[in-house]
């Protein structure tokens, strides 16, 4: 979760929220949000499950792909 916080950045993210989520286990979360190509993300670490994993909620801001161009994949 550190190097997500400290890359991101790098990449055109803003962290925005970072830390303890407010759930019983205090699992760890970052929210972070790329302005450039409207989309936010979600990342919570869950320390405590067996085994451990990170779930991502990726949210995407809605609009119409212009005439004549093409939609980024990646």
């Not at 991101?8 to 970072?18: F, N, R, S, T």
């Not at 790329?34 to 994993?53: C, E, L, M, R």
């Amino acid at each position: 979760m550190e190097k997500l916080k400290s890359k991101l950045p790098k990449h055109g993210w803003e962290v925005v929220e970072y830390g303890p989520d407010s759930s019983r286990n205090k699992n760890h979360s970052l929210t972070a949000d790329n302005g450039t190509k409207k989309f936010s993300v979600k990342i919570t670490y869950q320390a405590k499950d067996n085994p451990s994993n990170l779930s991502f909620f990726v949210v995407s801001g809605c609009y119409q792909v212009p005439d004549g161009q093409k939609i980024e994949q990646f």
